[in-house]
C-alpha cells in the first residue's frame, strides 16, 4: 500500500532531536514541534529542556520502551480525531537504536501516514570521520549484553566485507573491543565518543591501541570496524562443499564441521546434520 506523504491524512512525525549540542536540529523539525497536537516522548525531562531552548509550549507524554504499547493505542486516538502527532526519541532519530518502531507500525497498520524527517543520528558523523571506507557499510546497532550472546554476534559479522558500526555502552566497551580483537583480529578501529558534545573525541587505529587510550571510558560510544580484507572468503561456498574442502586439505570430518561451522557462524550439530544427510 503505497503512502503519499503529504495530503491531508493523519500523520505521525517521527523527528530526530539532538545527539549533543541542541542546536544540531532542522528548521523543519522545530517547526513540526510547534505544529502538532502533542508529543510523544522517550524522556520528558530531556525533552522538555529541547523545547524551552527554542521556547516551544507543547503536551508532552511519556512513551518509551517499557510503555510503547499503552502509547501507541493514545498515539492512534489522536490520529483518529485528526490530529498530527509528533515522535520523539532521548536523543537521535526514533526507531533507530531507540523507541518508535511500535508506535509507526501501529499508525500505518491503520492507514495513517508515518513521516520521517532527516535529522541527528550518531552513526552518520562517526562514520564519516573515521576515516574507514563510507561507502559501504552495515550498520549493527547495539551488540548483545552478554558476552556469550556478543562472542556469538561477532563470528557472524567478521567475515563482512563493509565497515562494520556498532553503539556501545561505556561500561562494556573495552570488553567489546578485547572481543573484537580476539575474534576479528588487530584491524583498524575508529572510536567515536560524546559526538556534538563539548568533550567529543574520535580515537583511530589498532584495536590494542585504542584500548590503551581510551583510560576510563565515559558517554556513549560508537565503534566502527574495518571490512574483513582478507583474500579468502567463504560467503559464496555451500556448507558441504566448505566441509570437503577441508577434508581434501587433510582435516579430518570432525574438524572440518567444526571450523566451517565457526567460519559461518553456524552451530556445529546443524552443519553435522546437514553434511550427514548430504551424503547419504
Known sequence: MSQKSYNN????YLVPTPIGNLEDITFRAINILKEVEVIFSEDTRETKKLLNYYNIDKKLIASHKFNENESSKKILEYLKYGKNVAVVSDRGTPSICDPGFEPSYQAIDNGFNVVCLPGATAFTPALAMSG????KFLFYGFLDSKKSSKKKELEALKNEKYTIIVYESPYR????????KEIMGDRNISVA???????EEVYRGKVDEIIEELGEPKGEFVILIEENKDKESYEDIDIISHVDILISEGESEKDAIKKVAKMHGLI??????EYKEAKK
Open 193 to 199: 565518543r560524546e559526538i556534538s558534545k563539548k568533550h
Open 173 to 180: 566497551v573495552v570488553e567489546t573491543l578485547k572481543l573484537i
Open 268 to 273: 556445529k550439530n546443524d552443519v553435522y546434520i
Open 132 to 135: 574507514l571506507n563510507p561507502n
Open 9 to 12: 491524512t493523519p500523520t505521525l
